[in-house]
C-alpha cells in the first residue's frame, strides 16, 4: 500500500515480527514505524546534510509542545504513555530545541518526562525558555520538587503540573509508589510559596480511583480555596497507548462510566475543573521526546516524524501525521498569564 504523504511517499507492507512495516520516504527524511499490538516508536535516520537546524516556518497549527528532556522517573504508573528508555539529548541539542519551539512560534513549552526534574539541567532549560518568551511549565511528579529549586527557577515558570491518583495513601499507592501521595501534599505546600506559579493537579481515572473521585475533588477544592495560587484541576479518562505491555482491563474506565462520574462531581463542585475523554485526548498533543524526534501520538501508536531539528515545515509534518489542530488550539487557549482559563 502507498499514499503521498509530506511530498513523499507512504509505503506499508507485512513485518515479520507482526503487524506491518510503514515507511515514509521524503526527500531528506526517511523513517519506519512498527504498527502492531503495542503502540510502536518508529526509528529513522537523517543524512548527514541533514544534521543542522534548518530554518523554521511559523506554525498556526501549534500553541503548545511538550519536550519530554527525560523519560527518567521515580514512578512505574502502569497507563502513562510517556517516553520509556529514550535516550535524551545533550545539554546544548535540548537548549537548540527550546530556541526552534520559539522560532516556530510556538507559544508555550511544557517540560515533562519521566520527571523533568530527574535532568541536571532542568533549571537552565527552563530559564532558556524563558529568556525566548516562552510560556513555561513544569510537568513533574512532584517527589522531586524542592524549595531549593523554586527559589531558584520558580520565577522562571509559569506553571506546575502535579499529578494526584488518590485522596489518601491507600489509594494512590494503587498506581503510584506508596510515599507518593504525601510527596505531592509537600509539593502543593511548597508552591505556596509562589503565588505567581499557576498549579494544575492531574488525575488519571481509572477502575482502581474511579469510587475516590469525590475525595479527591474536596481534597483539591479544600487546599486551592486557601491557596494563593491560580489552581485548576484536570481529570483524565486514562489513554489505551504505552511503551510497554498493560493489562487494560484492570484500568480502563468505559466511556459511559467516566461520563457518569463527569456528571455526577460537575455538579457537586465549585472548583475550575476540566473532564478530559478519550476522544479529546487523541491526536491533541505534539511531542519532542528526550532523543529529539519529533512525535505525534495517535490512537495507540506513535509516529515519529523525524528530528524535531530538521523540520521547517512543523504544521506541514503534523498535519499530514493526523494531527486535530482544531481541537489543540482549543485545548491550548488556557492556562495564558492574561485573563485566560488554562486547560
Known amino acids: 500500500m502507498e499514499r503521498a504523504v509530506l511530498g513523499g511517499t507512504w509505503a506499508s507492507e507485512p513485518c515479520p515480527i507482526g503487524g506491518r512495516l510503514s515507511a515514509l520516504v521524503h526527500s531528506q527524511i526517511h523513517f519506519t514505524l512498527l504498527l502492531g499490538g503495542l503502540g510502536q516508536i518508529a526509528y529513522m535516520t537523517v543524512p548527514l546534510a541533514a544534521r543542522k537546524m534548518v530554518p523554521a516556518k511559523k506554525s498556526r497549527l501549534i500553541a ?9 522517573c521515580s514512578q512505574e504508573c502502569p497507563y502513562c504513555w510517556g517516553p520509556l528508555e529514550v535516550a535524551q539529548v545533550k545539554k546544548r541539542e535540548a537548549l537548540k530545541i527550546v530556541e526552534k519551539v520559539h522560532q516556530h512560534g510556538i507559544r508555550r513549552i511544557v517540560f515533562t518526562g519521566g520527571d523533568p526534574l530527574r535532568r541536571r539541567d532542568i533549571g537552565r532549560l527552563v530559564k532558556h525558555a524563558k529568556a525566548f518568551g516562552l510560556e513555561v511549565a513544569l510537568s513533574t511528579t512532584g517527589d522531586k520538587l524542592t524549595r531549593g529549586f523554586l527559589r531558584k527557577y520558580g520565577r522562571f515558570i509559569d506553571l506546575v503540573s502535579i499529578p494526584l491518583d488518590g485522596s489518601n495513601e491507600e489509594v494512590s499507592s494503587l498506581t503510584k509508589e506508596m510515599g507518593h501521595f504525601s510527596a505531592v501534599m509537600k509539593a502543593l505546600r511548597l508552591l505556596e510559596k509562589h503565588p505567581q506559579i ?8 481509572t477502575k482502581l480511583n474511579g469510587h475516590d473521585l469525590g475525595n479527591m475533588l474536596r481534597l483539591v477544592a479544600s487546599w486551592a480555596e486557601k491557596a494563593p495560587n491560580r489552581v485548576f484541576y484536570n481529570i483524565f479518562n486514562i489513554y489505551p497507548r504505552a511503551m510497554q505491555e498493560v493489562d487494560w482491563d484492570t484500568y480502563l474506565l468505559t466511556d459511559e462510566e467516566f461520563s457518569a462520574m463527569k456528571e455526577r462531581e460537575e455538579r457537586a463542585s465549585n472548583l475550575t475543573v ?5 476522544t479529546t485526548l487523541d491526536a491533541l498533543y505534539v511531542l519532542i521526546f528526550p532523543d529529539g524526534e519529533l512525535c505525534l501520538p495517535v490512537g495507540p501508536d506513535y509516529l515519529r516524524l523525524g528530528r524535531f531539528l530538521d523540520v521547517e515545515d512543523l504544521d506541514q509534518a503534523v498535519k499530514s501525521a493526523g494531527f486535530q489542530a482544531e481541537k489543540h488550539l482549543e485545548h491550548s487557549k488556557g492556562w495564558g498569564k492574561v485573563g485566560e482559563v488554562p486547560d
Open 64 to 72: 503548545t509542545i511538550d519536550f519530554h528532556v527525560t523519560s527518567e
Open 198 to 205: 499557576d498549579v494544575k493537579v492531574c488525575t488519571p481515572l
Open 274 to 278: 476540566n473532564f478530559l475523554d478519550r
